[in-house]
């Protein structure tokens, strides 16, 4: 059975939230609704919400002709891998109740996040949770019906029943994962774990996030602050370089005082890690992870190799940085403070949308008639209002089209947001045009490609066609930076990991003082402690107390990998023809029609080799020459 969660919709929260401009109707002005009712924004600038159902009430039809078609799952259920047709009609029928779940759950969730203080529409949402609860629990026999069944005969239902083609690599995953699902029996006792499972995760994040007293500390202006962790992460890059280094040793050793209590919570968190590994009978943590993505351990390892490898790029940087920043000494505690100052520059949301469709036109007329679709039939909630939720994100919806929620100021943190959002859009759009229902969804190892490689497509358009020197070092700097916090931080994050899970795995647990030490030594590693570029001090050795992603088992690479395929796949498009745009067309048609690395096969980039990180870190360390020719000709200019 496809193990594609089509009952949620995927959504991609960015949280790039800026001040918004002042309303005007000069068009060169960014309008300021965030005081505005939802009701009373201007209709032009929301989604096309109807596009999924005319009314609420239609919404409300469709909910109760799925609530009945859930409650005869099991009678129409009965004897569905009989014969082919019997298995088609009954892999249809689901396909329906899917197919609507996702448009009830889309129609009630873009609107409670346009207007998060209307009751109806997450009343609706509650609703929509306790219906999905019920769909999954009725569908528990369908793993033990197919391996019943067997890879033979299945093979022998798609000879007579080509309808059932769609189905066929949903089918081969649970075929090839034979020997890991457990009978139905098992399942059950464990899945009972559920209960407790992720009581490690939510205790820690409660702990940093709420109970953990917040410290109290004057700043150099005199003025005086609690330390919670939303203002550590305004503060920790504070313009006064005294101030960041008295958030960030203030910040971590009263973080201190948990260590051993946050420890314990990790310790537990891994262990479940090897629970869920053994039961399922993987060799490691790592195998359990990445088999059912069908993903060498390999790539994993190579990934880490390859990016220790490549330190010198980053350490040029940090050093550039720390040459812009004016010290004598780079320390960790200026690790988040801008190398750049920020430039004033806005753009309203007509230019936009030209600079978008401009960037994009390497990827020929289909990629931009989608982009205008986008544009001219409300698949975008463009500006803030009161009441709406803050961030960004993308959410395609098989049989309507994608929607994207945006909260627009013109900086130029939102326009390049703008074009992520579009990235994940196009992606499932290209993929809903070619795909089955059954195979449109892409898996997490692939969803953030799209979205970066727009990134990329945008700064080198502006590189390119700007003309202010400060301007492009800003955009520079900020690529320079993301790269480091994806690639470089965590690919570090991503080792620390690895450490974590052998410890455990070899029988021992996790302690303060091992994490401590661990930590310490990578971070140090990473940013070049021994040889002089970053000083890294004891006080950042608890960083990994704050991490909520090590209880994700082995989430964090993907970032990494994500971000190195991304850079990849620009370098072959930008220098690359028809064949090439081809290719990465491809990849965003291909959906979860195929696993994850034969998809970026398809574009021609093989992440079982060391190609795609050396484009990657060449074009990293490219950008890194650029950024020191501009402050050289700046630097004679007199403006730094």
């Given at each position: ?29 960014i ?9 009373d ?5 929301t989604?096309?919400?109807?596009d ?26 009965k ?17 329906d ?72 690599f ?12 457990l ?143 004016g ?51 409300r ?27 945006m ?23 290209f ?104 000083e ?24 990494s ?14 220098k ?8 990465y ?52 200019q007199?403006?730094?």
């Amino acid at each position: 059975m496809n193990k594609k969660s089509a009952l949620l919709c995927i959504v991609l929260i960015v949280s790039l939230l800026l001040p918004v401009g002042a309303d005007s109707k000069n068009k060169k002005e960014i309008p300021d609704y965030s005081m505005t009712a939802r009701k009373d924004v201007p209709v032009e600038y929301t989604w096309k919400i109807e596009d999924i159902f005319p009314t609420a009430d239609e919404w409300k039809k469709e909910k109760e002709r799925i609530i009945k078609k859930i409650g005869e799952v099991e009678n129409v259920g009965k004897d569905w891998t009989a014969s082919p047709q019997k298995m088609l009609d009954f892999l249809q029928y689901l396909d329906d109740i899917q197919k609507t779940a996702e448009k009830l759950y889309s129609y009630a969730g873009h609107q409670a996040n346009a207007d998060m203080g209307s009751p109806v529409f997450q009343q609706m949402k509650g609703e929509l949770q306790v219906i999905f609860v019920q769909m999954r629990s009725k569908l528990a026999f369908m793993n033990d019906d197919i391996l019943e069944l067997g890879e033979e005969k299945f093979k022998a239902y798609l000879e007579v029943k080509p309808g059932l083609e769609p189905y066929a690599f949903g089918m081969e995953q649970t075929f090839r994962e034979k020997e890991h699902i457990l009978s139905t029996e098992k399942q059950e006792i464990n899945s009972l774990t559920g209960l407790f499972s992720g009581a490690a995760a939510r205790a820690a994040r409660m702990l940093n996030d709420v109970e953990i007293p917040a410290p109290e500390l004057t700043l150099s202006d005199g003025n005086k602050i609690v330390l919670h962790r939303a203002n550590f992460i305004k503060y920790r890059d504070s313009k006064n370089a005294p101030d960041r280094t008295l958030v960030m040793h203030t910040y971590w050793k009263n973080h201190k005082k948990f260590e051993n209590t946050l420890a314990i919570l990790l310790d537990a968190g891994i262990k479940k890690d090897l629970f869920n590994a053994r039961v399922h009978k993987y060799k490691d943590c790592l195998d359990a992870r990445l088999f059912g993505d069908n993903i060498d351990p390999a790539v994993f390892h190579n990934l880490i190799k390859s990016v220790k490898a490549n330190l010198a790029p980053l350490h040029r940087y940090l050093d550039l940085k720390k040459e812009l920043l004016g010290f004598d000494k780079h320390i960790y505690e200026d690790i988040y403070a801008s190398a750049v100052k920020a430039v004033d520059k806005k753009y309203t949301w007509d230019e936009a949308e030209a600079i978008i469709l401009k960037m994009m036109k390497p990827l020929g007329k289909e990629y931009r008639q989608g982009l205008e679709r986008a544009f001219k039939n409300r698949w975008i909630d463009r500006y803030n209002n009161k009441g709406k939720q803050t961030g960004a994100y993308s959410g395609g919806l098989y049989g309507v089209h994608p929607y994207i929620k945006m909260n627009y100021n013109g900086s130029y943190a939102t326009l390049s947001t703008l074009a992520h959002e579009l990235g994940h859009a196009m992606h499932s759009y290209f993929s809903a045009k070619t795909q089955h229902f059954a195979e449109v969804e892409y898996p997490t190892f692939l969803a953030e490609i799209a979205s970066t490689f727009n990134e990329n497509i945008l700064m080198d358009y502006l590189l390119k066609n700007e003309k202010d020197d400060l301007f492009k070092l800003f955009i520079i700097d900020g690529f320079l930076n993301r790269f480091r916090g994806t690639v470089y931080r965590q690919t570090l994050f991503a080792e620390f990991e690895l450490a974590m899970h052998r410890r455990v795995e070899a029988g021992k647990a996790l302690t303060a003082k091992w994490l401590n030490k661990k930590y310490l030594e990578l971070t140090r590693f990473y940013y070049g402690h021994d040889k002089g570029i970053v000083e890294v001090g004891d006080f950042i050795q608890n960083e990994w107390a704050a991490v909520p992603h090590f209880f994700l088992n082995y989430y964090v690479y993907t970032y990494s990998t994500g971000m190195i395929a991304s850079q990849a796949l620009t370098e072959m498009v930008l220098k690359g023809g028809k064949a090439e745009r081809a290719k990465y067309l491809a990849f965003l048609s291909a959906g979860g029609s195929r696993y994850p690395l034969d998809t970026l096969k398809l574009a021609g980039v093989d992440m079982t080799t060391t190609a795609p990180s050396d484009a990657a870190f060449k074009r990293f360390d490219r950008m890194v020459s650029h950024m020191e020719k501009i402050v050289g000709k700046l630097k004679k200019q007199g403006k730094l």
